[in-house]
T-cell receptor, first 115, second 116 residues
Framework: GAGVSQSPSNKVTEKGKDVELRCDPI?????LYWYRQSLGQGLEFLIY????????KSGLPSDRFSAERTGGSVSTLTIQRTQQEDSAVYLC?????????????FGEGSWLTVV | AQKVTQAQTEISVVEKEDVTLDCVYE???????LFWYKQPPSGELVFLIR??????QNEISGRYSWNFQKSTSSFNFTITASQVVDSAVYFC?????????????FGKGNQVVVIP
């Protein structure tokens, strides 16, 4: 597709379950980002990929969060043993390269609700 | 410390009025980039503009205009003759060259409500 594609768009899960969120970036974009948007915290950076490697994981809130990217394209964000405070919109984004100033394009997000 | 401040949480205007959204940023980097994004109810963050720190020229795109002033560390956004479709949350963001990874620091956003 032309834009960043994310799935699922909505996910309701029970506390303690694992969830996987998928992101398909814009074709040709080597940099991929995950952000989280929650009511109390606004938009927070989680993790960044350049190709398949993740040089910056500084934003991951706990070791329950992990992400991988295969083939330099699709990325999966995994949250293990979900907690209610994990409820948020998880936004994936991509850009042509890692250099500052490259425009970052966002997907529509995956809305996660932990009950 | 908050790098990007958007003081006005929610702004309501009547259709056809102008609305200005303030964005104040903080950085020690001499090379940086400023962005505005629009988030309509659908949730997607839509890119509006990018400005680098060396280009203080103001920009106009249709009903949108941006005023970048380094002296006051501000990058304000004006919507002229607002329309109902402008109702959204607008985010200002900063990317610093020294970061090297193009991470964006976002402000809290301005909720704009245009009343028909």
């Amino acid at each position: 597709g032309a834009g960043v594609s994310q799935s699922p768009s909505n996910k309701v899960t029970e506390k303690g379950k694992d969830v996987e969120l998928r992101c398909d970036p814009i074709s040709g974009h080597t940099a991929l980002y995950w952000y989280r948007q929650s009511l109390g915290q606004g938009l927070e950076f989680l993790i960044y990929f350049q190709g398949n490697s993740a040089p910056d994981k500084s934003g991951l809130p706990s070791d329950r969060f992990s992400a991988e990217r295969t083939g330099g394209s699709v990325s999966t964000l995994t949250i293990q043993r979900t907690q209610q405070e994990d409820s948020a919109v998880y936004l994936c984004a991509s850009s042509l390269g890692r250099a500052s100033g490259n425009t970052i394009y966002f997907g529509e997000g995956s809305w996660l609700t932990v009950v | 410390a908050q790098k990007v401040t958007q003081a006005q949480t929610e702004i309501s205007v009547v259709e056809k009025e102008d609305v200005t959204l303030d964005c104040v940023y903080e950085t020690r980097d001499t090379t940086y980039y400023l962005f505005w994004y629009k988030q309509p109810p659908s949730g997607e963050l839509v890119f509006l503009i990018r400005r680098n720190s060396f280009d203080e020229q103001n920009e106009i795109s249709g009903r949108y205009s941006w005023n970048f002033q380094k002296s006051t560390s501000s990058f304000n956004f004006t919507i002229t003759a607002s329309q109902v479709v402008d109702s959204a949350v607008y985010f200002c963001a900063l990317s610093e060259a020294q970061d090297g990874n193009n991470r964006l620091a976002f402000g809290k956003g301005n909720q704009v409500v245009v009343i028909p």
